[in-house]
């Protein structure tokens, strides 16, 4: 897989799952700092992501999807987790639907190698051990040897390592 493809997939997941995160839309310049985003290469990335699949509106980057779905999550009272009150495991049936729904939108594909298919898990962006949830806009699909090596570690914290 080309280094150019598994920047934009990472772009694009880290992108829509920062605004889900925060429920706002980003300007270029925090769509980078969002994604982490340090070389060329990978502002490049995030470049091409916001010009393919969202679209420039008063200074930012909206996607009508994505804002109908968080107004949908907004009225039936969905709020980011306290970190005070640390989230339970969910029931493992409600797991399996979880991971499924994951992998589907990530099409089966690691977030962080870009490799397809084989042994996924469903990764923690931000660890629960750290605070994270098991909301969607926290999760994403990763190979095994990616989910393992990156452990407990934020995503930032891995990729420094």
């Not at 639907?97 to 990764?123: A, N, P, V, W």
Request: one cysteine or more; hydrophobic letters at 30%; a neutral charge.
């Amino acid at each position: 897989m080309h280094a150019w493809y598994t920047k934009r997939g990472l772009s694009c997941t880290f992108l829509f799952n920062s605004y889900f995160h925060r429920e706002r839309f980003p300007t270029e310049q925090e769509a980078i700092e969002w994604t982490w985003a340090r070389s060329e290469a990978e502002i490049d990335a995030v470049r091409f992501v916001l010009s393919r699949f969202f679209e420039l509106r008063d200074g930012v980057y909206m996607q009508d999807r994505i804002e109908e779905e968080v107004g949908r999550w907004n009225a039936l009272g969905w709020r980011p987790h306290d970190p005070r009150n640390p989230p339970k495991r969910p029931p493992i049936d409600v797991w399996k639907q979880t991971r499924e729904r994951i992998f589907s939108r990530d099409d089966y594909t690691c977030t962080y190698c870009g490799k397809r298919g084989g042994e996924l898990e469903c990764d923690h962006i931000h660890p629960v051990a750290k605070g994270g949830t098991h909301e969607d806009s926290n999760l994403v699909t990763a190979c095994k040897p990616c989910s393992r090596d990156k452990g407990t570690k934020t995503v930032s914290e891995w990729r420094a390592a």
